[in-house]
């Protein structure tokens, strides 16, 4: 198996997540009703416990002192990296409360301005102002005029 | 869309697939269904535009005709390589409807006199292809399905009607939907990349003046028989599941080098292996439909989208499908072959106007697929909470990612692994508990030898692959 270094700390991860699992299914899912039968719980215990072997497998390959020395195909991320990322999770998780609560011709422009000013730092205001307001105006033609599909008007507007 | 997402290295038509399917909602199923497979054919087409003009393959598909298309644009025939590309794209699609229309009822028939046991044993072969999908580790790949899988159990359990990890929440009791899940998983890591490379990678400069050339009949005549031997060859792989276009693409480029009078002249602008990849990574369109259709198997991400896109239309494919919805599989050939005539017509004479399409800076592209992450959510179910699952499978894709775990077999794992329960425990109910049934049939075990054997020679060829 080519060994890569992230399986140093995936392995273990993906134990603790697999442990993890078993508990929750063992303590919220109830067993089967019939003893011969297999119930809603049997399926994710199978998993967890395949979980459980491929990560114990991959823990097992990293550490053991035969293993492979480990390539470093996987690079650390780097502070750009990590603003961009979270960034970009946080701007879609925006866009969702925002869907929520102004609707979606509100909540558009505000998140095509913020991820073309915010997260990729353009500074050109009519470009952002032009595509902010275009692809508002393309999407709710397309989606509500052509498909008729209901989008998000906003419960704070409503 | 198709062919715009399936040009623009680094954009994925199985991206455009999943992001086309809330657009289908408001349609009957028949356009819905033609809507999607037009994608999935111009994406598998599309990819050979960079390929050949800019040297970098739009989709993995078309990354062997890169070889002898990028010299040919070099010497100033980058006409007649788009042409023979489109030409040779759209023989491989329709050789393999022809192929399909011929072999999907057959198979069905067969399928439909399947048990509990037997799906089983049928599915679990199609959760093998997840090492086709691996890349370049099985044991990731493993990890990846069972990852899918886990979450495909969260919801209410179709047999006991028993809430399964919803933790009292009335919205996660609908459970994953497959088309969030995939909406989160192949477009969200894909906008994170291009802001990435934004202002770091030079903008793709296109040639000033494209425009696709027929090559000369006689040329075309000569390379018939290649085209029919590579569009079998494409037909075959993309008829086994996890297997897809770019092995048939690679195998069909080999053959065309290997069975040539002057193999020398390949990598170095030659017509025919610009011709042998791509009618065969085109015929591996057809081929996947055989097993999509008449087992309810996907073979590769872009049909398991597919097949999400018909769920969600009521349409179950399967054996049943010939009986159910009859008029579904003469609408699904006609698609295809409309696919291919306007695919044709764009490529040759639409070209300029589609490479101007394809200047568009990348980081706009992203910000606009953000939107439709975000309406394409919503759309599914008009549920903002979905919106928020977008989001967070869309981190889970990205960290998988990073992490080198591939995001198809997720999919595969979500798509399949209802099914995958539901028979087991249905075979398990019927016989009360006696496991015999799974290996007293012949069908199954054909099944069940099937899987080892995918597995075995996966666990082979990651061997061989091993660096010493």
């Known amino acids: 198996m080519r060994l890569d270094r992230v399986d140093r700390w995936l392995g273990p991860c993906l134990l603790v997540l697999a442990a993890v699992w078993l508990g929750l299914v063992y303590a919220y899912i109830p067993g089967a009703r019939q003893p011969e039968e297999p119930g809603p719980r049997a399926f994710p215990i199978l998993l967890g416990i395949v979980l459980l072997v491929l990560a114990g497998f991959m823990t097992l390959a990293a550490y053991l002192p035969s293993a492979s020395r480990p390539s470093n195909d996987t690079e650390r991320a780097t502070p750009r990296e990590s603003y961009i990322v ?20 509100i909540a558009t422009p505000i998140i095509v301005a913020l991820a073309m000013a915010g997260i990729l730092r ?34 704070w507007l409503m | ?7 623009i290295p680094g954009l994925t038509f199985s991206m455009a697939l999943a992001l086309m399917v809330p657009f289908t909602f408001g349609m009957q199923t028949t356009p819905a269904l033609g809507l999607l497979l037009g994608v999935y054919v111009g994406g598998m087409t599309g990819g050979s535009v960079s390929a050949i003009l800019l040297g970098i393959p739009g989709t993995p598909s ?19 390589a788009l042409g023979a590309a489109v030409i040779a794209s759209t023989f491989g699609g329709l050789f393999s409807l022809l192929v399909m229309m011929l072999l999907l009822e057959q198979v069905a028939a067969i399928a439909i006199k399947f048990g509990p046991a037997e799906i089983f044993a049928l599915v679990l072969f199609g959760l093998s292809t997840i090492c086709g999908m691996a890349e370049r580790s099985m044991l990731r790949g493993l990890v990846a399905g069972s990852l899918g899988l886990m979450l495909m159990i969260i919801g209410l359990d179709e047999i006991d009607g028993i809430a399964r990890l919803t933790f009292g929440t ?26 990435l490379n934004f202002g770091r990678v030079e903008p793709l400069k296109m040639p000033a003046d494209v425009r696709a050339r027929l090559p000369a009949l006689g040329q075309l005549r000569q390379r018939l028989w290649l ?14 599941p996890g297997t897809g276009g770019p092995i048939a693409a690679f195998l069909a480029y080999d053959h065309a080098r290997r069975f040539d009078r002057e193999p020398q002249n390949y990598g170095k602008g030659e017509l025919s292996g610009v011709v042998a990849p791509e009618s065969a990574n085109n015929a591996v369109t057809g081929g996947t439909m055989i097993p999509l259709l008449s087992l309810g198997i996907p073979g590769d991400p872009a049909t398991a989208v597919i097949l999400g896109g018909l769920l969600i239309h009521g349409i179950y494919p399967g054996p049943m499908l010939f009986r159910t919805h009859l008029e579904l599989i003469y609408a699904l050939y006609i698609s295809i072959v409309l696919a291919y005539v306007v695919i044709l017509i764009v490529q040759l004479w639409g070209i300029r106007i589609f490479v101007k399409v394809l200047s568009v800076p990348p980081h ?6 953000i939107v439709l992450c975000g309406l394409g959510s919503y759309a599914i179910r008009n549920s903002i909470f979905d919106v928020y699952l977008m989001a967070v499978m869309g981190l889970l894709g990205y960290v998988l990612q990073r ?32 496991y015999s049934i799974f290996y007293t049939s012949g069908v199954a075990l054909f099944f069940f030898g099937l899987t080892a054997i995918t597995i075995g020679l996966q666990i082979f060829s990651s061997r061989r692959r091993r660096p010493a």
């Open chain 1, 86 to 105: 979270s960034a970009t999770f946080g701007l879609l998780i925006l866009y969702a409360y925002l869907l929520e609560k102004l609707g979606f011709v």
């Open chain 1, 122 to 155: 353009l500074r050109n205001w009519i470009a952002i102002t032009a595509l902010a307001g275009g692809l508002t105006a393309v999407c709710w033609m397309f989606f509500v005029w052509m498909l008729k599909a209901p989008l998000p008007r906003g419960l």
């Open chain 2, 1 to 7: 869309m198709g062919l715009i997402f399936g040009s």
């Open chain 2, 62 to 80: 078309a990354a062997a005709t890169v070889f002898d298309g990028y010299p040919m644009a070099q010497r100033g025939h980058a006409g007649v």
């Open chain 2, 170 to 195: 009335v919205q996660m009791q609908q459970g994953v939907n497959l088309l969030v899940a995939m909406i989160g998983l192949f477009a969200v890591p894909q906008i994170i990349t291009t802001f």
């Open chain 2, 227 to 240: 085209m029919v031997r590579c569009s079998s060859i494409g037909t075959g792989i993309g008829a086994i």
């Open chain 2, 364 to 369: 706009v592209l992203a910000v606009c697929i």
């Open chain 2, 403 to 434: 992490v080198r775990i591939p995001v198809a077999p997720i999919v595969l794992g979500l798509v399949l692994g209802e099914t995958l329960e539901k028979q087991y425990r249905t075979a398990l109910i019927m016989t009360e508990g006696d």
